[in-house]
C-alpha cells in the first residue's frame, strides 16, 4: 500500500468517522515527506467548500509559505471535483494521486456530473442568475492594479 494514498485514506475516515464530512481525504508531499493532510470537513464547518484537496492545499501554503506549490505532489482519496481541480491548478500543483474516479463517488451520492458539463460546454447554467452590475467601477479597480508598480503576480 501507497503509504501516502494510506495516509489519505485513513484521514477520509478519520473525517467521516467523526462526522465532518464525506469520505474523503488528501495529502500533500515535497521531496517525500508529507507537509499537510486533510478530510472533507463541510459538514463540522458549513462551509461548502472545505474539501479535503482544499484544506490541504491551505495547510501546505501556511506551512511553506508559499501559495506556488509546484514542487509538491498530491494524493487524494477521490478523483478531484472541479472546484478542487480548479485549486490544484491555481496552486500548482503538477500531480495528482487518486484512488476512487468520480463516477463511483457519484454512486453514493456525490455527482459532481453537472459541473463537468458546463465545463464542456455541454450546459445551460441555467440554476445560476449571472448578473453584470457596476462594470465600469470594477474595471476601473483592474486598471488600478494594472498601474499599481508594487504589485506581485500569483
Known amino acids: 500500500m501507497n ?17 465532518h464530512g464525506g469520505p474523503f ?12 493532510k486533510a478530510h472533507n470537513d463541510v459538514l463540522r464547518t458549513n462551509d461548502p467548500t472545505a474539501h479535503a484537496e482544499i484544506l490541504a492545499i491551505r495547510q501546505a501554503s501556511e506551512v511553506l509559505d508559499s501559495f506556488d506549490l509546484s514542487e509538491c505532489e498530491i494524493y487524494a482519496t477521490s478523483e478531484p471535483c472541479p472546484m478542487c481541480l480548479a485549486a490544484i491548478f491555481w496552486a500548482r500543483i503538477r500531480t495528482v494521486y487518486f484512488g476512487s474516479y468520480k463516477e463511483e463517488v457519484a454512486t453514493i451520492g456525490f455527482d459532481d456530473s453537472r459541473f463537468y458539463e458546463l465545463l464542456k460546454g455541454n450546459g445551460d447554467g441555467s440554476e445560476l ?18 498601474r ?3 504589485k506581485q503576480m500569483y
Open 129 to 146: 442568475n449571472l448578473v453584470n452590475v457596476e462594470r465600469d467601477k470594477c474595471v476601473e479597480l483592474l486598471e488600478r492594479w494594472e
Open 3 to 19: 503509504y501516502f494514498m494510506q495516509t489519505a485514506i485513513d484521514e477520509g475516515r478519520h473525517g467521516m468517522d467523526h462526522n
Open 148 to 150: 499599481k508598480p508594487d
Open 25 to 36: 481525504g488528501a495529502v500533500i508531499v515535497k521531496d517525500g515527506n508529507i507537509i499537510s
